[in-house]
């Protein structure tokens, strides 16, 4: 059984520029969710996939976006960057079925320093 | 809103010694509950949960945790620990039906010889 891969695991932007991450679902998952661990505290949600559809959102900005493909691989975008979302970004996978959650499966995480 | 409050930002102890990191949460409805452990520049690696029935959860590497409804606490205990288990520990509450996962801001666990 894979884990949840995530690429690449250490990047740096510049303050505006656009960045995308990558994350590959542990096998037999359907949803992905993406998480922000700003230095210091506890991961934050930022929104999750499910069927390809975005299926709930954290409190961040439109300029976080992401999308969700058919082998449950996933991406998140990030517009405009600013100073305050270096972090690492966590990518998680999940087999949800009718509202039963069967535990969720973390990746190492993208470190993303922005300048 | 849900909310996860870890009572300890650090726990110093000694190696072999017992030790309890505190998680409390807050929520009206059915949750679920999670530990998980961070070692240093590494992501999240589940420990135990909790999604129903037998309110005392045995997890990986030792540790253990006891759900208690009427106090919404779910503590995670471990009777003896090695300097391995040197790490961040955070404490999540996802509500029934829902897959997000609201965490506590971590205790950070030093085991010292």
């Known amino acids: 059984e894979t884990g949840v891969t995530q690429s690449p695991t250490h990047l740096i932007k510049t303050r505006g520029q656009q960045v995308t991450l990558r994350c590959s679902s542990q096998?037999?998952?359907?949803?992905v969710s993406w998480y922000q661990q700003a230095l210091g505290q506890g991961p934050q949600f930022i929104f999750q996939?499910?069927?390809?559809?975005?299926?709930g959102r954290g409190n961040f900005p439109p300029r976080f976006s992401g999308l969700q493909f058919p082998n449950y691989s996933s991406e998140l975008n990030v517009n405009a960057l600013e100073l305050d979302d270096s972090a690492l970004y966590l990518c998680?996978?999940?087999?949800?079925?009718?509202?039963?959650?069967?535990?969720?499966?973390f990746g190492s995480g993208t470190r993303l320093t922005v300048v | 809103a849900q909310s996860v409050t870890q009572l300890d930002s650090q726990v110093p102890v000694f190696e072999e010694a017992p030790v309890e990191l505190r998680c409390n949460y807050s929520?009206?409805?059915?949750?679920?509950l999670f530990w998980y452990v961070q070692y240093p520049n590494q992501g999240l690696q589940l420990l135990l949960k909790?999604?129903?029935?037998?309110?005392l959860v045995k997890g990986i590497n030792g540790f253990e945790a006891e759900f208690n409804k009427s106090q919404t606490s779910f503590h995670l205990r471990k009777p003896s620990v090695h300097i391995s288990d040197t790490a961040e520990y955070f404490c999540?509450?996802?509500?029934?039906?829902?897959?997000?996962?609201?965490f506590g801001k971590g205790t950070k666990l030093t085991v010292n010889p």
């Open positions: 998680a996978s999940s087999l949800w079925a009718t509202g039963v959650v069967y535990g969720y499966t």
């Open positions: 096998s037999g998952h359907n949803t």
């Open positions: 999540a509450v996802a509500q029934g039906g829902s897959e997000k996962l609201v």
């Open positions: 996939y499910y069927r390809e559809e975005e299926n």
């Open positions: 929520s009206s409805v059915s949750v679920y």
């Open positions: 909790y999604l129903s029935g037998s309110t």
